[in-house]
């Protein structure tokens, strides 16, 4: 290459180095001295408080901090419990970013003893209107999943009977939600054993038997990883009743890389069944700080490349 060439190449590759940069200080976040924004090959969903020291206090700030980083969708537990007019402002935002929005927690009343195992009318009617305030929550932030969690395991009642009250309360609640085009997801859990949703095979046959589009598996890869093992495979077998990820690593419920589980390999397996819908990163920062923030960018940039 002329010298004249080489000079005028490397001009333009700084300004557009200085130029990146610049547009991330506009956002107000400042975290890197130069922006990255990732083309992700899935729709990794971060939640409000994951880029905080990064992006401040602001929720809308947080979501623009998403968005400069290449993130394309975004969830949020406890959106249910939020003001309707800061609901409205969040799907505002989202749609102005082109991000995506992920699960929100269907409020059942807060209590795992209301499970819906037991068949008790009073936990089935608490469900129920979870479900109708859920349509009203999806339509402000325009989202389309919502997790669904049984509740507890019902000792006193044999597990079929258990399995046959699961099954109608879910029919009953994807009435609700199947008219909307809303979709609950059902999460099979590992945090006690009292629990009675805990396995993908377990969640397949409930969805298989609700038989509708409005119910799915939630397969969090955390959980799945200590309840069961054999990740990808047991993915393979529930795949056609699946309608969501979440993931952590493990042990410590943090970004991936931090543990055991492969995720390059797990979230390549995903990718090459051309999966289009969300992965929410349901976990904490194994740092603290900017550094941690920037540490789960990083994460995932690494276990993206396939």
């Not at 999460?187 to 119910?215: G, H």
């Not at 495979?233 to 969501?244: D, S, V």
């Not at 789960?296 to 993206?304: F, G, L, N, Q, S």
Request: aromatic share 8%; net charge negative.
């Amino acid at each position: 290459m002329e010298r004249r060439s080489f000079l005028k190449s490397t001009a333009v590759a700084a300004g557009a180095v200085v130029s990146g940069s610049l547009a991330h200080a506009a956002t107000g976040t400042g975290s890197k001295s130069v922006a990255e924004k990732h083309n992700f090959n899935l729709k990794y969903a971060p939640h409000f408080g994951m880029f905080r020291q990064s992006a401040g206090e602001d929720l809308m700030d947080q979501l623009q901090f998403m968005a400069d980083d290449g993130f394309t969708a975004f969830e949020d537990n406890g959106m249910m419990s939020r003001e309707p007019a800061l609901q409205s402002k969040i799907g505002e935002t989202l749609a102005k970013l082109n991000m995506t929005m992920g699960v929100f927690v269907v409020d059942k009343g807060g209590n795992m003893a209301n499970t819906l195992a037991a068949g008790k009318q009073e936990y089935i009617d608490i469900f129920l209107d979870g479900c109708r305030r859920a349509v009203d929550v999806a339509k402000r932030v325009n989202a389309q999943w919502m997790t669904v969690v049984p509740g507890g395991f019902e000792r006193k009642l044999p597990i079929g009977i258990q399995d046959g009250n699961v099954i109608e309360a879910l029919r009953r609640g994807a009435e609700i939600l199947e008219p909307h085009g809303l979709t609950m997801v059902l999460e099979p859990l590992s945090d006690s054993p009292d629990l009675y949703l805990r396995t993908s095979e377990q969640t397949y046959m409930i969805c298989k038997a609700v038989n509708s589009p409005a119910c799915k598996i939630l397969y969090d890869i955390y959980h799945m990883q200590k309840n069961e093992g054999n990740l990808i495979q047991n993915i393979g077998l529930t795949w056609e009743e699946i309608g969501y990820f979440q993931m952590g690593d493990n042990p410590g419920r943090k970004e991936p890389t931090t543990g055991e589980i492969n995720y390059k390999n797990v979230f390549k397996y995903i990718y090459d069944k051309e999966f289009k819908g969300i992965l929410g990163m349901e976990h904490g920062n194994s740092k603290p700080g900017k550094e941690g923030e920037m540490a789960v960018i990083e994460a995932y940039a690494k276990v993206d490349q396939f």
